[in-house]
């Protein structure tokens, strides 16, 4: 890094803005890490969503995976944020950080830092893997972490650059280190023999499957694949370093969460073929068994047997949980278009779906189905489009995020957190051919009890029961009562 670097300040780097931190990453000869980055990641006209902290994501990632260190290089505030939520999220571990001031970060002595909690980070007997994140002010002042070493007394070192003002979304950033861990394994596999997995090597091909989801989920998956004659593989992102060669070695690769660009061009260069979508709902489950019998080269009858073991299964656990009401769909998980898919087999009404994440390839089979039943989607969507949707269309029921929620609630529409309450249940085959309807069915029911609350509380925060007064109210107009006496300036009515 230059003695020049063009942000001499963390707090100014902090609070410079998108443009000017990602014109200060140019300079400070980032510049080839900010193309790939908007290669895979593409904003879009719609630039980038409001979601928390990219970065969340990669650290999630690292914290989940046994033996694995996560260390942090970046302002103390984001340091703080970004720990404090991964704790709320459940992490059971420290987070590494290695602190810097504007003398550090100018001079080139931060880059040194790092390199010497590396150093001492590195204990086999520990840790398989040390994972350095570059957040925004390192990245856009050129801290080079390409050049830390590859390994370290026998631990795997990798250095990654997760920008807010590189990449969209933290579930972007999953990608970020999922792809670059996939691609240090395959430079392994590459070179000899690796480790098997725990439980050992599956005697049937496997498919592994792309982004977080229900736990249940891979099991039924499994279920639906074992009349095909194969196995399910590893989920990526891992938990451990070995299973990064098990999810190489597979017949092919199911990308369940579409917008993993990266880590599915490191299975493109292994030679493995990926599959869009999922098996949700009847028509899902179907095109997915066929697509994936397909890729791994399975014959005709067991496909069909595979759909004639399921199918009428989901169809049944559809009709025996029906769902009737019209509703929005957004969120930043990326799985908004399977929710969608689920909700409409099961009965429902979706006109709009609005997903943090970008359109890609992987993504056409679900964004096709849905715009055939004539639903709007919208990529890359931003907060004021979501709430715009659930302003014009009036839904009894809105899928959102926090202040989605929020936004539909202050109009007395019930609504669902997408995080907490849909993505905490199965979606795939039989199993999560019903898992919706309960949590929407009972959502749905409760506008009686919203209507009674608006007009019980109807006024309350407005005008003068705002709680806070500085003068003496005024009788609202046509009341013909005088109003109690205001509280003293700055107290509560």
């Known amino acids: 890094m230059s003695d020049d670097a063009p942000l001499g300040h963390e707090g100014n780097g902090c609070h410079a803005g998108a443009d000017e931190l990602r014109r200060a990453a140019e300079a400070a000869g980032k510049s080839d890490v900010l193309r790939r980055l908007a290669t895979d990641y593409p904003t879009g006209p719609h630039d980038q969503p409001q979601t928390m902290c990219p970065a969340f994501g990669s650290l999630r990632v690292g914290l989940r995976m046994r033996r ?17 939520t991964s704790h709320f999220y459940g992490a059971r571990r420290s987070v590494g950080y290695v602190p810097f001031d504007s003398e550090t970060l100018v001079t080139g002595k931060l880059f040194e830092d790092v ?3 590396v150093q001492q980070l590195s204990d086999p007997s520990k840790y398989d893997a040390v994972v350095v994140m ?4 390192p990245t856009a002042s050129g801290v080079p972490l390409q050049l830390l070493p590859k390994s370290q007394n026998g631990v795997r070192i990798i250095g990654i650059d997760v920008p807010g003002f590189g990449v969209p979304t933290h579930a972007e950033a999953k990608d970020v280190l999922a792809s670059a861990m996939l691609r240090y394994a395959r430079g392994e596999a590459e070179q000899g023999p690796v480790q098997a997995p725990r439980g ?3 005697e049937q091909p496997t498919v592994t499957l792309l982004g977080e989801m229900f736990p249940a989920d891979p099991v039924g998956i499994g279920a639906m694949l074992a009349p095909l ?8 992102p891992t938990r451990e370093w070995r299973e990064l060669y098990a999810a190489l070695d597979c017949a092919a690769v199911a990308a369940i969460h579409p917008y993993y660009t990266a880590s599915i061009r490191e299975f493109q260069k292994a030679g493995r073929a990926v599959v869009g979508s999922a098996p949700v709902g009847y028509d899902g489950t179907a095109a997915w068994l066929e697509a994936i019998g397909a890729a791994c080269n399975v014959a005709a009858d ?11 299964a989901i169809k049944g656990a559809m009709s025996k949980a029906p769902i ?27 006109p709009y779906v609005g997903t943090a994440t970008p359109r890609t390839p992987w993504s056409d089979p679900d964004r096709e189905w849905l715009e055939s039943k004539g639903v709007v989607i919208q990529f890359r969507a931003a907060l004021e489009q979501d709430k715009a949707a659930v302003d014009a269309v009036k839904p009894d029921l809105a899928i959102g995020t926090t202040p989605v929620v929020q936004h539909a609630k202050e109009q007395s529409i019930p609504s669902l957190y997408f995080t907490n309450l849909i993505s ?15 949590v929407v069915n009972a959502a749905l029911a409760s506008q009686a009890r919203f209507d009674r609350m608006t007009a019980f509380f109807a006024g309350v925060g407005e005008g003068d029961t705002a709680g806070v007064w500085d003068r003496q109210p005024s009788p609202r107009p046509g009341s013909g009562k005088p109003l109690r006496k205001a509280a003293r300036s700055g107290g509560q009515g």
């Not at 004659?229 to 990526?236: E, F, K, N, S």
């Not at 957004?330 to 799985?335: A, F, K, T």
């Not at 979606?427 to 309807?437: E, H, Q, T, V």
């Open 68 to 84: 694995t260190a996560s260390v942090l290089c970046g302002s103390a505030c984001c340091v703080y944020g970004l720990s404090f």
């Open 115 to 117: 390199r010497e909690a």
């Open 134 to 137: 570059n957040l925004c002010v």
């Open 200 to 202: 050992g090597r599956s």
């Open 229 to 236: 004659g194969l196995a399910t593989g590893p989920v990526v």
């Open 302 to 312: 067991k496909i069909s047997a595979a759909k004639n073991a399921f199918l009428p």
């Open 324 to 350: 009737d009401g019209t509703m929005t769909v957004s969120g930043y998980e990326g799985s908004e278009l399977l929710v969608a898919r689920l909700l409409i087999e099961s009965g429902a009404r979706v």
């Open 424 to 438: 905490a249940r199965p979606l795939m085959g039989p199993a999560g051919a019903g898992s919706l309807a309960q």
